[in-house]
T-cell receptor, first 112, second 112 residues
Framework: DVKVTQSSRYLVKRTGEKVFLECVQD?????MFWYRQDPGLGLRLIYF???????EKGDIPEGYSVSREKKERFSLILESASTNQTSMYLC???????????FGSGTRLTVV | RKEVEQDPGPFNVPEGATVAFNCTYS??????FFWYRQDCRKEPKLLMS???SGNEDGRFTAQLNRASQYISLLIRDSKLSDSATYLC?????????????FGKGNQVVVIP
């Protein structure tokens, strides 16, 4: 069974802190994605990666960066957290052979 | 024009009734389509793929209309457990078929 694991379910951080959100998948998927989901706005793509050390900007990359040093791990970094980054963050992975995404259970981040 | 558009609802459905909703997509080159289900405060999960000929999975039926560029989902004999948000998902061919576009979802509330 495909599994995507996000390191934290709930997180509270202070404005200006550097925040790391970790995502690990165990199915050898090539593609990994970071989304944020806000009421009324749906899922918005922040960054994605098709391969190790490769990254592409999504629709809302400002204020975020990512790292993919190993195939199974894709990290999202908030360089200096702000209150407007309070959101649900969802990681997903997929294989090029099967386009369906598998999502992690999400990290609900609150920036105070 | 947004890549995927859905009427958010909510769709209030009496238990046992049938409910159907559509979503429209803007890129006529899109080849693959999905419906995802998202329960409150949970991650989206794949419900079913949508094939050109239409497909059925128990009480759920998905249809594709390429000429009018919409896909539909029909739920028969609605159960209380069907209450969720149903996300319409389309593959974006310009990204090598590795990136999906998500609608904002149709919220379904099944009423006893």
């Amino acid at each position: 069974d495909v599994k995507v694991t996000q390191s934290s379910r709930y997180l509270v951080k202070r404005t200006g802190e550097k925040v790391f959100l970790e995502c690990v998948q165990d199915m050898d998927h090539e593609n990994m994605f970071w989304y944020r989901q806000d009421p009324g706005l749906g899922l918005r793509l922040i960054y994605f990666s098709y391969d190790v050390k490769m990254k592409e900007k999504g629709d809302i990359p400002e204020g975020y960066s990512v790292s993919r040093e190993k195939k199974e791990r894709f990290s999202l970094i908030l360089e200096s957290a702000s209150t407007n980054q309070t959101s649900m963050y969802l990681c997903a992975s997929s294989s090029t052979a099967d386009y369906g995404y598998t999502f992690g259970s999400g990290t609900r981040l609150t920036v105070v | 024009r947004k890549e995927v558009e859905q009427d958010p609802g909510p769709f209030n459905v009496p238990e046992g009734a049938t409910v159907a909703f559509n979503c429209t997509y803007s890129n006529s080159a899109s080849q693959s389509f999905f419906w995802y289900r998202q329960d409150c405060r949970k991650e989206p999960k794949l419900l079913m793929s949508v094939y050109s000929s239409g497909n059925e999975d128990g009480r759920f039926t998905a249809q594709l209309n390429r000429a009018s560029q919409y896909i539909s989902l029909l739920i028969r004999d609605s159960k209380l457990s069907d209450s969720a948000t149903y996300l319409c998902v389309v593959i974006l061919p310009k990204y090598g078929n590795n990136r999906l576009a998500f609608g904002k979802g149709n919220q379904v509330v099944v009423i006893p």
